[in-house]
């Protein structure tokens, strides 16, 4: 190991430790509730430098810009945010504090076997929309207590981490199933085509939505053509590739309207109906007018005439709606453009859905599952 990267790797922790530890002694001599605002931000950044430092390799691009909005380089759309679905530089970062150089190539692999990608790339980047975020799987992760979880006693050695990997990584597959599964139901179900069609509402809407998808196609690209080929390695350095076991967790149900676990309270979430996949097999079997009525039948009843979606998925009365939608004719809704154009939403859910499967695919790919 090269000698000069272990002395300035160690002499930046220390000189992120020393900052983190004033800007801690200049909160706790302040009563002024804005300069502590302030000082919790400057900690929280530099916190977040030393995670870095420790997990990431030098000059790695972010994937996750805790910026957020359309800054980013690698921009969300309005309605989302960018999840942390692999591993972020929070949860990873007591595994590798303090580690040598040598030791933190370890644990890299070590998470690497398991299918973990510490730091912020793209690699673990997941879009979410926001109802779906911080008040769905991330309270989810608090109710079944896997927030700040403890794998080992403070100040362990590199052993006792290092063997405290695989149950770590069971927890975290777990967590990027049930976000996977969660963004998939509201992405490529109903809910999924009434939130395209609003976000495309307008020319200029319309625009800035496939300019972000331009956007982060780009830089996703870019991140995995260059990223990619490390990781296969790492995934490998220590043989073959393990997938921790999961099947005795409990799963999600979304039978009522809502993301529910047996011991877990409910996450409001979009309406649910198989309109789509119902829909989509009588466009390829060419009957585009039953096609349009069955989404017809299904928006109508879970988004209603107000555009807003219907959270419990109640059924209302399909006829009395048709006959209501007729007559607003002159001030279409986002319902309208539904029933207008059936096959090009169609045509989007398609593409939703290899777009999610071309993902799992890239994923799986380089990482040897």
């Known amino acids: 190991m090269d000698e000069r990267y272990e002395t300035k790797l160690n002499a930046d922790r220390q000189k992120l430790k020393k900052s983190i530890k004033d800007l801690n002694t200049r909160r706790l001599n302040t009563s002024d509730s804005k300069q502590k605002r302030r000082l919790n931000g400057q900690i929280k950044a530099k916190t977040r430098q030393l995670n870095d430092l420790n997990q990431r390799a030098s000059g790695m ?130 809910g999924g085509l009434f939130r395209r069609v609003e976000a495309t509402a307008t020319g200029e809407q319309a625009a800035s939505y496939h300019d972000i998808e331009s956007r982060r196609i780009a830089e996703t690209t870019r991140d995995f053509r260059e990223y990619a080929p490390k990781i296969h390695e790492q995934a490998t350095a220590l043989g073959p590739q393990t997938l921790p076991d999961i099947t005795d967790r409990p799963r999600l149900d979304f039978s009522k309207g809502s993301i529910k676990l047996k011991a877990a309270r409910a996450i409001p979430f979009i309406g649910l109906g198989v309109a789509a996949y119902v829909a989509s097999g009588q466009a390829l079997a060419g009957d585009l007018v039953g096609a349009g009525g069955t989404l017809l039948d299904e928006a109508v009843s879970e988004v209603g005439l107000d555009s807003q979606p219907a959270a419990s998925g109640t059924l209302t009365d399909a006829p009395a709606q048709h006959q209501a939608i007729l007559e607003r004719q002159a001030n279409p809704t986002v319902v309208d453009k539904i029933i207008k154009d059936p096959l090009n939403e169609l045509e989007y859910a398609g593409k939703q859905v290899m777009s999610f499967f071309g993902g799992a695919i890239r994923m799986a790919s380089p990482l040897g599952l």
């Open 61 to 190: 691009r972010t994937g996750i810009d805790p910026k957020g909005g359309l800054k980013k380089r690698i921009p969300t759309q309005p309605t989302q945010q960018a999840h942390h679905y692999g591993s972020s530089l929070n949860n990873a970062a007591t595994f590798f504090e303090d580690l040598d150089p040598a030791e933190k190539i370890l644990m890299e692999q070590k998470m690497a076997q398991y299918g973990i990608i510490p730091g912020d790339v793209t690699m673990n980047r997941l879009d979410m929309y926001t109802d779906l975020h911080q008040a769905g799987i991330h309270r989810l992760e608090r109710e079944l207590n896997l927030e700040g979880k403890e794998y080992f006693p403070a100040g362990s050695s590199f052993e006792v981490k290092y063997n405290a990997v695989e149950n770590f990584a069971k927890d975290q597959r777990y967590l990027r199933q049930l976000a996977e599964e969660a963004q998939f139901k509201a992405s490529n179900e109903l």
